[in-house]
């Protein structure tokens, strides 16, 4: 008897609850950040590898 109380006793207690809301919270905000980063890489590569090409262009133009 005294086992089935403790497993009762278990499964009332919500002292864990928080932290288990707490930790999908955190989930989700990553997965939210990686889908956002994933969704920006691609524009920002592109601006970078312009920004190379006129500073080659601009270097080259300065040479003659």
């Known amino acids: 008897m005294k086992l089935l109380n403790i497993f009762k006793n278990f499964a009332k207690d ?31 590569q592109a601006t970078a590898d312009q920004i190379a090409t006129d500073m080659q262009e601009a270097r080259e133009v300065g040479r003659n």
């Open 14 to 44: 919500e002292s864990g609850a928080v932290t288990v809301d707490f930790v999908v919270l955190t989930a989700g905000i990553v997965g939210l950040g990686i889908l956002i980063i994933s969704a920006v890489t691609p524009e920002v």
